[in-house]
């Protein structure tokens, strides 16, 4: 597939592991397309599509009746920081750059998922569940560990499954605790 260029617009989807629907769909417009990375900026109050209608303090308890591609109930949302998300090719993580209102850097986020691949729409990926929020001043941590955990318990991940993950996500830390790209970038 050709490469986009600076200023498309695509849409970013995220495909459930369960039975292939569609359950997220951002808009975003190209940064850049380069053979190592495809960059998008995504906007403070971009509206996109989502089908987890699931209140975030109920959804580790909503893993085994609730999942994503099951509800089919899709609702507007809106982007709440202006942020650039950062796919490298055959890596099993983007890694999201966030900024405030001021647009000052905040942190990175390693939204764990299977490597993207390219559609006439897009990019589309499975997420995994688990992600990474790393700091400027070089701490990080986990999340949804307890919802990464109950899917484990329930069958919906394998423990092989999981542990990939979490080798993915080592990758994303080293990376970011050593300064390798896309962390040295400025």
């Not at 920081?81 to 986020?109: C, K």
């Not at 080592?170 to 970011?176: A, G, P, S, T, Y």
Request: net charge negative; proline share 5%.
């Amino acid at each position: 597939m050709d490469r986009w260029r600076q200023g498309d617009t695509l849409v970013l989807r995220n495909i459930a592991r369960s039975d292939g629907t569609v359950t997220t769909a951002i808009p975003a417009i190209v940064v850049c397309d380069e053979p190592e990375i495809l960059a998008v900026y995504i906007p403070h109050g971009t509206r996109f599509k989502n089908n987890w209608a699931v209140p975030p303090e109920q959804r580790v308890a909503a893993v085994t009746s609730a999942l994503p591609s099951a509800q089919r109930q899709y609702q507007d949302r809106v982007c709440k920081n202006n942020s650039i998300r950062l796919y490298l090719p055959g890596r099993s993580y983007s890694v999201g750059v966030t900024f405030d209102d001021q647009d000052h850097f905040v942190s990175w986020y390693g939204n764990l998922e299977a490597p993207f691949h390219r559609t006439r729409l897009g990019s589309d990926t499975r997420d995994f569940a688990l992600d990474i929020v790393a700091y400027p001043d070089g701490h990080w941590h986990w999340k949804d560990e307890e919802e990464f955990q109950r899917r484990l318990e329930v069958g919906i991940d394998s423990a092989q499954h999981q542990t990939q993950v979490r080798t993915a996500g080592q990758d994303f830390i080293e990376r970011f605790e050593r300064k390798i790209w896309p962390f040295n970038a400025g």
